[in-house]
């Protein structure tokens, strides 16, 4: 028991780092950065315009392509390294204002928070090393090669199932403002509480919608045996905008995915760090 408690308090003790701290709200501004990139290749590809891949490593090749460019890709992939070993300390021994189910489900959440920001750290850095080719082709040969196993088109079906769950669960979160008990809001304004209300909604149920295809394009393909489909949230924006009405339809998403990247800022100053 002792050794667990050391281990707690020597957690805790990093989860107090004031540098952790800095990393992780520099973190913040690097990833709204991304989605707002990610948006404006959404709004490009609902005018029909061509467009890197329309997902998050898509938004970080076309800042490596600027001047400085991979500069600012290393530094987004540091800040995303700071959030998830971050969230990965929350997983770990954060969470204390909560109690019982509550404190377990919040650091499942942080758990998820993690890998996602992993996820992206290392996709920066792979497009800092000029070694990640499009995701939404990496995806597909990945789920291609996954469907010739055995029992490898069930995995890949639940797989798409899972990620359709996470993008219902990302609408849910969004909708009864659960993202709010993460901010101190009582540092905010009358108006700026209202502003990050507003965008906070917006954003998850704009990411949430784009997951949710996603997911369930995954799950189309291991039934059909259509590893084309399985393209991630490239794939997700391209068949949202062949719908009817679908130039609206993914207009309002990419603005939705904006408002998230302008929430990211303001989490930046305001998330309880």
């Given at each position: 028991?002792?050794?667990?408690?050391?281990?707690?308090?020597?957690?805790a003790?990093t989860?107090?780092?004031?540098?952790?701290?800095?990393?992780?709200?520099?973190?913040?501004?690097?990833?709204?950065?991304?989605h707002?990139?990610?948006?404006?290749?959404a709004?490009?590809i609902a005018?029909?315009?061509?467009?890197a891949?329309g997902?998050?490593?898509?938004?970080?090749?076309t800042?490596?392509a600027?001047?400085?460019?991979?500069?600012l890709?290393?530094?987004?992939?540091?800040?995303?390294?700071?959030?998830?070993?971050?969230?990965?300390?929350?997983?770990?021994?954060?969470?204390?204002?909560?109690?019982?189910?509550?404190?377990?489900?919040?650091?499942l959440?942080s758990?998820?928070?993690?890998l996602?920001?992993l996820?992206?750290?290392w996709?920066?850095?792979?497009v800092?090393?000029?070694?990640?080719?499009?995701?939404?082709?990496q995806?597909?040969?990945l789920t291609?090669?996954?469907m010739?196993s055995?029992?490898?088109r069930?995995?890949?079906?639940l797989?798409?199932?899972?990620?359709?769950?996470?993008?219902?669960g990302?609408?849910?979160?969004?909708?009864?403002?659960r993202?709010e008990?993460?901010l101190?809001?009582?540092?905010?304004?009358?108006r700026?509480?209202?502003?990050?209300?507003?965008?906070?909604?917006?954003g998850?149920?704009?990411?949430?919608?784009?997951?949710?295809?996603?997911?369930?394009?995954?799950?189309?393909?291991?039934?059909?045996?259509?590893?084309?489909?399985?393209?991630?949230?490239?794939?997700a924006?391209r068949t949202?905008?062949?719908?009817?009405y679908?130039?609206?339809?993914?207009?309002?998403v990419a603005?939705?995915?904006?408002a998230?990247g302008?929430?990211c800022?303001?989490q930046?100053?305001?998330r309880?760090?």
């Amino acid at each position: 028991m002792s050794l667990t408690r050391n281990a707690e308090a020597t957690a805790a003790r990093t989860a107090n780092s004031k540098w952790l701290e800095l990393l992780a709200r520099a973190g913040f501004i690097g990833y709204g950065v991304v989605h707002l990139l990610f948006a404006w290749l959404a709004l490009q590809i609902a005018f029909g315009k061509p467009a890197a891949g329309g997902d998050q490593s898509g938004a970080l090749r076309t800042i490596a392509a600027q001047p400085l460019g991979k500069v600012l890709v290393v530094t987004i992939a540091v800040g995303l390294a700071a959030m998830a070993s971050w969230q990965a300390l929350e997983a770990a021994v954060g969470h204390r204002a909560e109690q019982g189910r509550e404190r377990v489900w919040e650091r499942l959440a942080s758990l998820g928070r993690t890998l996602v920001y992993l996820y992206f750290a290392w996709t920066a850095f792979k497009v800092f090393r000029d070694a990640s080719a499009n995701s939404a082709d990496q995806q597909e040969a990945l789920t291609g090669r996954a469907m010739e196993s055995a029992g490898g088109r069930w995995l890949v079906g639940l797989a798409g199932l899972v990620l359709a769950a996470i993008g219902v669960g990302l609408v849910i979160y969004g909708l009864v403002k659960r993202f709010e008990k993460h901010l101190r809001t009582g540092e905010m304004s009358p108006r700026t509480r209202q502003l990050t209300r507003r965008l906070g909604v917006a954003g998850y149920v704009a990411k949430g919608i784009a997951y949710g295809i996603a997911g369930l394009l995954v799950v189309v393909a291991a039934v059909n045996y259509d590893p084309e489909k399985a393209r991630g949230l490239d794939a997700a924006l391209r068949t949202l905008r062949e719908q009817a009405y679908g130039q609206v339809l993914l207009t309002v998403v990419a603005l939705g995915i904006a408002a998230f990247g302008v929430f990211c800022f303001l989490q930046s100053r305001y998330r309880k760090v």
